[in-house]
């Protein structure tokens, strides 16, 4: 059942963004009185599962799953008709319209794109708010178990000051992504700053560990009940501890250290029980271990223990619009980011490029809106960036051509275009065969 509901959501995220980046194309095409023969999502190769003709234009769905077009008539595109090339230009053809119409055509894919991720994320603004830790309010650091940070210089109770020189707000969603596109992270440790410099590879160097979250929120030693075999009957489920042997013990991180410590000794404690301090005796195992089951508080327990404030903003619909539009462009810049980190043969970033199964893996298991429409607005914006690169075949190849036949005056022959579309579907190819032969090897190696 899992993966039909991540199977149903990456269809339907995919298909959307399909159908209304080609409606970007097809839109204007109309508008200028060009003809479109068809407008497809997927591909048709040899047939398709199910097409009607209206008026002109022929609407349907294709067997395979790789994107959508439309077709123009008069254009070079993916279909190379050369048949229709040969013949005289006609007034309802592409390369009969003036340049300035096909720039139009050819860049309304991608806008609608960028507006699309915009409108999503100012909706997702008004419906849900923000939830939020204030970086602030994590007075004791963070948890920082991930093999890689530690390597880096990171450790557990570190404070995170500021990113690049941008102070951190707040702990949320974001946090992991610019830790990773960061260079330099300012830290306070036992109350003094220093800065951690991020290496080159560190996005190579993390795709090595299975390890999760790169920074976490610290959290309380919680009893979830005793096991069978336990000496340590003096402590009930529900127990938070506070401190162990003197020592200060109000995280796991702390508990498990001390416990480590002090393997087969028996030592005073005190732990939180129906908020109150109870003292007990408790009595380390030589592995280190207390025969107690470890349970999870959520985020309303550990506001109400005072571990943690949560704050959540709402915002009307008119602060919606600079909310989601301040999101979708911090998103956009992220992005073309982490494009130059692809690019940066350094990073080694490249080995981390994935196909379908890795944008299927990222939606949740469990049907969530919430999760949906944010998945689907980076998509838009990772849709609409790849095909503004200036590769011919692609949305940015063409606007190339054409910014060079306005600029120059001079209008590439069909023969060039005809060429560079061949060069440009091979190259796709080839990143196609990459992206996805990186899942394949993933899937196999881990």
Known sequence: MDIVIKLSQFLLSLSLLIILHELGHFIPAKLFKTRVEKFYLFFDVKYSLLKKKIGETEYGIGWLPLGGYVKISGMIDESM?????????????????????????????????????????????????????????LKDGVLVENPVMIKTGFKTGDKLIAIDGQSVANFDNDLTMKIIMAKEILIERNGQQQTIKIPTDFVDQLSKTKKGHLVDMRIPFAVANILEDSE??????????????????RYYDQVTAILLNNKGKTLPAVVLRDLKKVPVTVKVSAEGKLGVAVGNLNMESLEKLGYYKISTKNYSLLESIPVGLTKGKDQLVSYGKQLKMIFNPETKAYKQVGGFAAIFNIFPSTWSWEAFWTITALLSIMLGVMNLLPIPALDGGHVMFLLYEIISGKKPSDKFLENAQVVGFVLLIALLLFANGNDIYKAIVK
């Open 81 to 137: 008709d050369k048949e229709q090339m040969a013949l005289p230009p006609q007034p309802w053809e592409f390369r009969s319209k003036p340049a300035w119409q096909r720039l139009i055509i050819m860049l309304g894919g991608v806008t609608v794109n960028f507006i699309l991720a915009f409108i999503i994320y100012i909706g997702m603004a008004f419906a849900y708010g923000d939830t939020y830790v204030a970086n602030a309010d």
């Open 232 to 249: 340590n009957t003096a402590i009930k489920p529900k127990d938070l501890f506070v401190s162990i042997n003197g020592q200060d013990a």
